[in-house]
């Protein structure tokens, strides 16, 4: 039933979209008509309860898909051109480039507006509400995170912010290996995994409470210490100039860090500035050498090497894909 659920809601958002052709749940493409504009979309049923959408087209008219009688579900999507405003009975809300969402439907219907004219290339895996529990289940059988909790009195829940870097190099890979045809079906599946263990690592398992190990006025001065190392992360100061700026000794301040952000003082600040150093990549503006001076590395080579270890890919592969794409 709650596989069933889920296509329902695709087939009635293609039907909707394109309505001259036959809708499946089946691997299939869709190649949008003359009239309507050009471009295409590609389905696919990874798993019976899931679906992934690579949408890679433009519209000739502005066009509002009205969906009806929809199923509960949840929408893990990527922006990665053009946009796609979403109302239901919340305020509307709009998935702009660059932009992940993860989103919770437990709505009657919807509406999904697109503009003329303007190209949209977007990737969206959706799943049943029963296999967003089944992943979001411990080892021991407990579930902490619940779609009905989630959502509360509400019909419609999103989350969204800026696509992860790590994950935006899963969903290049993932496009680029679909665009081809050159992805098996394993290698889909633990890609598509992966990005919903980052989106629900960042979205809701990260989200912690206040310590109970510090008290208010500690957490405030780590806090802070958190703001400086990241905005002087070309010249940080040291641990101990650190501690001093902010009222805390050094130990506190290393086990407090690493209890609120999961990570050391400095491997805190090495995230951020590859983080920092592949945004600049992707703007096009710096070469690889410029990028890792601005971050605060001295060595290019030392910078290639934390990039690469914590990316999966060279820098300057990433910028010549990025000029490859815009040329």
């Given at each position: 039933m709650h596989a069933a659920a889920i296509h329902y809601n695709f087939n009635h958002f293609f039907t909707q979209l394109e309505p001259h052709t036959q809708h499946e749940a089946s691997s299939q493409r869709i190649q949008l008509q003359p009239s309507a504009g050009a471009g295409m979309l590609q389905r696919l049923q990874p798993r019976p309860d899931m679906e992934l959408v690579l949408s890679d087209f433009h519209l000739t008219?502005?066009?509002?898909?009205?969906?009806?009688?929809l199923k509960p579900m949840v929408e893990l999507g990527y922006c990665l051109q053009g946009s796609r405003t979403t109302s239901l009975s919340n305020p509307r809300q709009q998935i702009m480039p660059g932009q992940w969402s993860l989103q919770l439907i437990n709505a009657e219907s919807a509406q999904l507006e697109f503009d003329a004219g303007l190209p949209v290339k977007m990737l969206g895996i959706g799943m049943s509400v029963a296999a967003f529990h089944h992943f979001l289940t411990d080892t021991a059988g407990g579930r902490t995170i619940d779609f009905n909790k989630l959502l509360g009195s509400k019909t419609y829940r999103i989350f969204q912010e800026k696509v992860d870097p790590g994950a935006a190099i899963i969903l290049q890979r993932l496009i680029d290996g679909l665009q081809t045809?050159?992805?098996?079906?394993?290698?889909?599946?633990?890609?598509?995994?992966?990005?919903?263990?980052l989106a629900f690592r960042s979205f809701l398992l990260d989200v912690k409470e206040?310590?109970?190990?510090?008290?208010?006025?500690?957490q405030a001065r780590i806090e802070m210490a958190r703001t400086i190392i990241t905005e002087r992360m070309e010249e940080p100061p040291s641990l101990l100039q650190l501690s001093r700026l902010v009222g805390l000794n050094d130990f506190k301040l290393k086990v407090g860090f690493k209890e609120m952000y999961g990570n050391t003082?400095?491997?805190?600040?090495?995230?951020?500035?590859?983080?920092?150093?592949?945004?600049?990549?992707?703007?096009?503006r710096l070469n690889?050498?410029?990028?890792?001076?601005?971050?605060?590395?001295?060595n290019p080579?030392?910078?290639?090497?934390?990039?690469r270890k914590q990316y999966g890919v060279n820098p300057g592969a990433l910028l010549r894909q990025r000029s490859g794409i815009l040329s």
């Amino acid at each position: 039933m709650h596989a069933a659920a889920i296509h329902y809601n695709f087939n009635h958002f293609f039907t909707q979209l394109e309505p001259h052709t036959q809708h499946e749940a089946s691997s299939q493409r869709i190649q949008l008509q003359p009239s309507a504009g050009a471009g295409m979309l590609q389905r696919l049923q990874p798993r019976p309860d899931m679906e992934l959408v690579l949408s890679d087209f433009h519209l000739t008219e502005g066009k509002t898909v009205e969906l009806k009688s929809l199923k509960p579900m949840v929408e893990l999507g990527y922006c990665l051109q053009g946009s796609r405003t979403t109302s239901l009975s919340n305020p509307r809300q709009q998935i702009m480039p660059g932009q992940w969402s993860l989103q919770l439907i437990n709505a009657e219907s919807a509406q999904l507006e697109f503009d003329a004219g303007l190209p949209v290339k977007m990737l969206g895996i959706g799943m049943s509400v029963a296999a967003f529990h089944h992943f979001l289940t411990d080892t021991a059988g407990g579930r902490t995170i619940d779609f009905n909790k989630l959502l509360g009195s509400k019909t419609y829940r999103i989350f969204q912010e800026k696509v992860d870097p790590g994950a935006a190099i899963i969903l290049q890979r993932l496009i680029d290996g679909l665009q081809t045809g050159e992805v098996h079906r394993i290698e889909l599946e633990c890609r598509m995994l992966e990005l919903l263990l980052l989106a629900f690592r960042s979205f809701l398992l990260d989200v912690k409470e206040s310590s109970p190990m510090l008290t208010k006025d500690e957490q405030a001065r780590i806090e802070m210490a958190r703001t400086i190392i990241t905005e002087r992360m070309e010249e940080p100061p040291s641990l101990l100039q650190l501690s001093r700026l902010v009222g805390l000794n050094d130990f506190k301040l290393k086990v407090g860090f690493k209890e609120m952000y999961g990570n050391t003082v400095f491997g805190y600040l090495r995230e951020k500035r590859l983080e920092r150093a592949w945004l600049l990549l992707q703007e096009g503006r710096l070469n690889v050498s410029e990028a890792a001076f601005a971050i605060g590395y001295s060595n290019p080579s030392h910078f290639a090497e934390a990039f690469r270890k914590q990316y999966g890919v060279n820098p300057g592969a990433l910028l010549r894909q990025r000029s490859g794409i815009l040329s």
